[in-house]
Structures are given as C-alpha cells and as structure tokens.
C-alpha cells in the first residue's frame, strides 16, 4: 500500500525548451506595476510584486495537468493539507526563471530567490526581491557553511564535482571568479583545468543557448561546489535543453570524465511510469550522484526518486547557543513551497531503506535520503550577473520586482538546488566514492550526521513522510552532514 499524492497541487506551466528567456510583461502593464510598487515602497506599505507565471516561464508558457501517479499509490493513506510556517506565496521567495513545473519529459530547475530584507536572516521583508547585495549580506558564505557542516577539509585537484544543467550560462566563469575572490578561495579558472564548461556532447566552443533562469541555477551550483570544496576541480556540462534526453546524455558526459567522483542534479520533474528505464543514466559506479528533492512540499519527482542517487531535501539552518552553534528544521514556507518527500510510485525500494524498519506505509522508493540548507530566507550567498536587462539601476529594479529574470550582483538564494551541490561536494571531500554504492553509505554511518527532529510539509500517513522525526524522515532523511564520515 503506497500513501496518496496531495490533491492540491498548484497548476502545471510547461517552459518548453529551445529558446532563452527573454519575454517579459507587455511595457504598459509592466510600467503600471512598477509604479505602483514604488508607490506602495515609498508609503512604506512593504508590498513586493510576484512575478506572473509569463514571466519567470519561457516565452511559450502554458497551463497543462501533471502526470497522473500509480493508481496503486492513490489508493490508500490520506490526503496531504496545507502547511504553513515563514511566508505565504504573496511574500514568499520568487523562484528562479527556470524554477517552473513542466511537461512530460521536459525538467526544471529547483531554486528561489529570497525577499529583499533590511538586515540579514529574519528582518521585516521590504518591497522587492534583492538583486544586489553584498558577499557579506546576501546570505551565508562559505565559512559559515563549512562551520555550520563541521567541513576542515579543502579538497583536492585530484577530485571533480560535476554539475548538470541546461542551456548556456554566459557568465559562468567571470560570476565563478568573483565570488571565489570575494571569500579568499584559490582562484578556478579554465586556463589553469580547475574549471570546465561544455555542452552535452564534450564541445567548449559550441554551447548551447543563453537561458537567464537556468544560469541563476549554474551559478547556484558553481558557487556551493566552491564553498564546500574548495580545492576541488569543476566541470559544468550544459545540456542543450531542459528535456530529459538532453539533460541524460549531458549526465552521462558528466560521468564519463575523468576525474569525476561526484554529479549534482538541481532538476526534476513528475515522476513516470518510464522512469525506470530512465535510470540508467546515473546508474554509474565509483561516482555519487545527488538530486534535488524538489521544492513544492510533499510529493516526490525524479530523478530524486532513482535508487541510483543519493535524494537530497532542505532544510532551515540558523545559528544556535548550542555546543553545534546551528540548528536546522524542515524547510516549508507554504503547502506548494518546501523540500519534497515521500514515496515513489514506481522505484523500487532499495535495501538500505528496507533495512530501517520503517512503520508500513510505503514498500517503495522514499525520497530523501539526507539533506541540507535549502530554505531562502535562510539561504546562501550567489555571485550572478546574467539577465535580459543589464546593469543599470532601471534593471535592477526590475529584477528585485520580479518583471525580469536573471540577478545582476550578489543574491540570497535556496531551493533544494543548494542542497544537492552542497551534498555532492561532501562526497567529494570525503573522497570515498569508488567503494560506495549509490546512496547507501550514510545509511550505515548515521552516527555522522545531524538529526533534523522538527517541522513538516504537510499532514500525511505515515507521518514519517511529510514530518521530522527522530531518526529517518522523508523531509531531511537521515540529517545532514556532520563532517564527512557519514559519506
């Protein structure tokens, strides 16, 4: 018996590939709304504009229903509610200009960026998004991530942490050089083979098509690749589009270069009843592979759901008066925005998790596996500068409104398109991956790993799917890393 899907899951966009995102609201309701919104700042009303759906999808955005799960998981259990924690959808995080549910066969990405804020982590939020901020004020930097994960480890050039993502990210390297300089980190640079950004096929000189949303993603990833590992080597592989073909075979490219000992995935979509054959694009030994577990609550999407990877949720992290100095919990801001869980309607449960004895409720695949910060409002610092407007102050006001994608500067961004970076360069620090196989390490090193104990997505049976619990739960897994020894 499989426990049901939530039954008011918000309207599926379909961001078809092909094109960069350039579209943008009509000028005069686009000039209508900026107004008001000033309007409403100067008033000191602290309204902030969320961004329609025309413009943070691709410019042939439309509505269509998601694929139906296994009738055999609709069968039983109970209906997931809402639940709300931070912020609602009118003055929650804007999520990225690729961070839109998809059609059949076509991903996205899975990363938000957080409210504008007077100070950093917890003050009133003003109108706007922020847009430029500081290495300092835009979220946690490096030596907080490393403090807060108990990493002294630097990694070495020996190790590669690869990211998978789609379409062009023209500002990869330059973004990747200032925020490396900003926090003293050894430069990574393609001219000394730190760095390395191709398409799907392995070509350095024909990259694909410009996408401003998915470069906020590649940024994202670059930048905790740095922060986690710094001494690592990286290699960015660019698929040419969103669609699962094209993100496989850029997987697979990803795999097959040497010196790759770890991939991180910040995508997904529906699950499928074809996805088990898909999986044999990050069935690859000798290399951990890490999914994002999706940021729209409870329910699970692929290829989080793949036994072959190591499913990553999120979490809310502060600092705490406690011997650790951080403390964490489920990141959920609202019923349709927090880390995803639960159980697959198709992946078969793979021994590690049948090992745990969990109370009856799902036989099959339960995503996530371990977790990490994810929560924007307790998010991470990002260096990007990719978007369709520029660099002017007109742009960047734009930008924090949300009428335009991209960033132009220094950003506090979440989604669990952090947590699967952070994840995959532990492995890599780790430097353990040629005797793992595929997610089961932590499961046997628990000891190694801090217990996420508090908050839920939603209300579900058995609640250990949507609900922190002592021990295994589906929101954070097994917890987060406490130094490398759980990987």
């Known amino acids: 018996m499989q426990p049901t899907r939530p039954t008011d899951r918000r309207p599926v966009r379909i961001s078809k590939p092909g094109r960069a995102t350039h579209r943008q609201i009509p000028f005069p309701r686009r000039l209508i709304a900026t107004v008001a919104a000033l309007a409403l700042a100067l008033l000191g009303l602290g309204v902030g504009l969320a961004a329609p759906a025309s413009a943070q999808s691709s410019a042939h955005a439309q509505t269509q229903p ?23 959808s009118a003055t929650g995080p804007l999520p990225f200009g690729c961070n839109a549910a998809t059609s059949p066969g076509v991903m996205h990405c899975l990363g938000y960026t957080a409210k504008a804020r007077g100070t950093r982590h917890g003050a009133s939020s003003r109108a706007g998004y922020q847009t430029t901020g500081t290495s300092t004020s835009s979220g946690y930097t490096p030596a907080q991530l490393r403090s807060a994960y108990n990493l002294t480890a630097s990694g070495s050039s020996t190790e590669t942490v690869a990211i998978v993502d789609a379409y062009n990210d023209p500002n990869a390297a330059s973004d990747l050089a200032v925020y490396r300089s900003a926090y003293g980190l050894p430069a990574c640079t393609a001219a000394t083979g730190c760095f390395k950004q191709e398409s799907e096929t392995g070509s350095t000189t024909s990259l694909p098509s410009t996408d401003y949303g998915w470069s906020e993603e590649e940024s994202l990833d670059l930048d905790m690749v740095s922060a986690i590992c710094p001494g690592c080597h990286i290699l960015l592989v660019e698929a040419a589009s969103a669609n699962e073909s094209d993100l496989d075979t850029a997987e697979n490219t990803a795999a097959a270069t040497s010196g790759v000992v770890a991939i991180s995935n910040s995508w997904g979509g529906s699950e499928s009843s074809s996805e088990t054959t898909d999986d044999a694009a990050f069935n690859h030994s000798g290399i951990a592979i890490t ?43 609202s019923s349709t925005e927090g880390t995803g869980s639960g159980c697959s309607a198709y ?8 090992s745990l004895n969990l109370p009856a409720g799902c036989s099959n695949r339960i995503v996530a596996d371990v977790s990490a910060v994810a929560d924007p409002a307790t998010g991470v610092a990002v260096y990007d500068t990719a978007n369709s407007c520029g660099t002017s102050s007109w742009c960047d006001l734009l930008i924090s409104l949300g009428l335009v994608t991209g960033a132009d500067g220094w950003v506090q961004v979440g989604g669990t398109s952090a947590a699967s970076p952070i994840i995959a360069s532990v492995y890599a620090l780790a430097n353990n991956t040629s005797s793992i196989t595929y997610g089961s390490y932590p499961y046997s090193h628990t000891a190694d790993l801090n217990d996420v104990t508090s908050g839920s997505t ?30």
């Open 66 to 88: 998601a694929r139906s799960s296994n009738p055999a998981a609709a069968a039983s259990s109970t209906t997931a509610t809402a639940s709300t924690t931070s912020a609602d």
């Open 347 to 354: 992946e078969t449960q793979p021994s590690w998790q049948k």
């Open 458 to 487: 939603s209300t579900c049976t058995p609640a250990y799917l949507c609900t922190a619990e002592p021990g295994y739960d589906g929101p954070t897994g097994l917890g987060t890393p406490n130094g490398t020894g759980g990987f």
């Open 291 to 333: 999914a994002s577990s999706g940021d729209s609550g409870y329910g699970v999407i692929w290829p989080a759901a793949s036994p072959y990877v190591t499913a990553v949720g999120g979490t809310s992290l502060s600092t705490a008066s406690n011997a650790r100095g951080w403390t964490e919990s489920v990141w959920s801001t």
